[in-house]
């Protein structure tokens, strides 16, 4: 970064209200936001995200999975652009900040350069990545797993939501299945602003989270078939109670990850009775757990644990446990010199910073097995996100967002700047 560029900030304030005015895309009552994966509200915010870019002057292409990316030509056009960027899609009981942040972030970080009538060296490509919740469709992040090769596209196109719409149907009611092959786009690297979504940074009075790792991911897919009977004639000693298996399934997957932790966490996010009624001993049921550790040893022996926990349980209440393993994504470390880019810009902006690793799963993490990547952290009060309570203040944000803004300086290089003699 040149000393003539290193005052140069964002604008709050328009960050602020792109926030406010996406966020009424899919607003929930409770001021929180629900815009699924390749509905009508992520329509929506796309169509108003593609308006916003060009506006900044950008070329917007999207790939046949529906990720756009909006292009800032820089001076050396043979170099591949500086990606930056997040998500715009939600949680059913989301937030107005996760993913949105750094997609907005991104867009501003654009139009403080033209403001500025700064040129980069390289060109700066912003990125709406598709489907990063994985609440509608499995698994999540699935648009950069597909960009970094662990899936096909034909794979992911083929995958269906709990009505059966599959990603490909999705993507052609909302006319964005691009033209653009998947990896297509090249990238120099890719840089990733983001709330913490933890409770760290908020609770060491740090503004900046310089993200050196990320958290593992295993999804699994469960099952428990017992037999369905009489609520009221069944007497208890003859029950195979699916439901009342699973509650036995639920605290050993929370007792093996607290026995691994405090570097492992379990969640069982879903649950699904299959033909329930409240006179009727449950059957069949579904549900899914999410097992996080940065730590791929302690990944294998979780899941073993809970293997082992499953056919425990159904041996002794003669019910069929199973518990399929649908994704997992190994631990991530960013990129070295991407990261220290992340922390000379704190520095340099005098924000407050602490290195920190990702529980969350992100593009960026995705993105780290192809390209050098990084990702940059603001907090979120309280630590609360994936819920309608999530809320950052503005100054966090634009700090977060200056701190992305000089990572670009410093990585794409600056070419020439009409508004100062640097
Ligand atoms: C993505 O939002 C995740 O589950 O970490
Ligand atoms: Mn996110
Ligand atoms: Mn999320």
């Given amino acids: 970064m040149t000393n003539a560029k290193s005052n140069l900030q964002i604008d709050s304030a328009r960050l602020w209200n792109d926030i406010h005015e996406t966020a009424t895309f899919g607003a929930t009552p409770k001021g929180g936001v629900k815009?699924?994966?390749?509905?009508?509200?992520?329509?929506?915010?796309?169509?108003?995200?593609?308006?916003?870019?060009?506006?900044?002057?950008?070329?917007?292409?999207?790939?046949?999975?529906?990720?756009?990316?909006?292009?800032?030509?820089?001076?050396?056009?043979?170099?591949?652009?500086?990606?930056?960027?997040?998500h715009l899609d939600t949680q059913p009981t989301?937030?107005?900040?996760?993913?949105?942040?750094?997609?907005?972030?991104?867009?501003?970080?654009?139009?403080?350069?033209?403001?500025?009538?700064?040129?980069?060296?390289?060109?700066?490509?912003?990125?709406?990545?598709?489907?990063?919740?994985?609440?509608?469709?499995?698994?999540?992040?699935?648009?950069?797993?597909?960009y970094a090769g662990e899936y096909t596209t034909e794979d992911i196109l083929s995958r269906k939501d709990s009505e059966g719409i599959t990603v490909a149907e999705a993507l052609d009611t909302i006319g964005y299945r691009g033209a653009d092959v998947v990896g297509q786009q090249k990238f120099s690297g890719f840089v990733e602003l983001h709330i913490e979504q933890g409770p760290l940074l908020e609770a060491e009075s740090k503004t900046i989270g310089i993200v050196d790792r990320g958290q593992g991911i295993a999804w699994y897919d469960g099952t428990i078939s017992g037999f369905a009977s009489h609520a009221g004639t069944t007497p208890m000693p003859l029950r195979r109670d699916a439901l009342a298996a699973f509650s036995e399934v639920?605290?050993?997957?929370?007792?093996?990850?607290?026995?691994?932790?405090?570097?492992?966490?379990?969640?069982?996010?879903?649950?699904?009775?299959e033909n329930?009624?409240?006179?009727?001993?449950?059957?069949d049921l579904t549900f899914t757990i999410d097992v996080r550790s940065s730590d791929s040893k302690i990944f294998d022996r979780l899941h073993e644990a809970i293997r082992a926990a499953g056919a425990e349980i159904a041996a002794r209440r003669n019910v069929s446990v199973a518990i399929e393993k649908i994704w997992r994504k190994e631990p991530t470390i960013f990129d070295a010199r991407l990261v220290d880019a992340v922390e000379s810009a704190a520095k340099d902006m005098g924000y407050s910073h602490r290195r920190i690793t990702s529980g969350a799963g992100h593009d960026a993490c995705n993105l780290a097995s192809v390209m050098p990547a990084a990702m940059i952290f603001v907090p979120c009060k309280d630590g609360i996100s994936h819920n309608e309570?999530?809320?950052?203040?503005?100054?966090?944000?634009?700090?977060?967002?200056?701190?992305?803004?000089?990572?670009?300086?410093?990585?794409?290089?600056?070419?020439?700047?009409?508004?100062?003699?640097?």
């Fill in 94 to 146: 989301g937030g107005k900040y996760d993913g949105i942040l750094g997609t907005l972030a991104a867009l501003e970080v654009v139009r403080a350069l033209d403001d500025a009538g700064i040129e980069t060296e390289m060109p700066i490509c912003v990125c709406n990545w598709t489907n990063e919740e994985g609440s509608r469709f499995a698994p999540a992040m699935m648009a950069s797993a597909a």
């Fill in 35 to 86: 815009r699924l994966t390749l509905g009508p509200e992520d329509k929506q915010v796309r169509d108003w995200f593609r308006k916003a870019c060009e506006a900044a002057g950008c070329e917007v292409r999207v790939d046949a999975l529906g990720t756009m990316f909006a292009l800032r030509p820089g001076r050396d056009m043979s170099k591949p652009p500086l990606g930056i960027g997040s």
């Fill in 250 to 273: 639920a605290l050993a997957v929370e007792k093996a990850a607290r026995d691994f932790g405090p570097n492992a966490v379990a969640t069982i996010g879903e649950i699904r009775i």
């Fill in 389 to 422: 309570l999530e809320d950052a203040t503005q100054a966090d944000c634009t700090a977060g967002a200056n701190v992305l803004l000089h990572t670009v300086l410093s990585l794409a290089g600056i070419a020439s700047s009409g508004k100062t003699n640097s």
């Fill in 276 to 283: 329930p009624s409240r006179n009727v001993i449950p059957g």
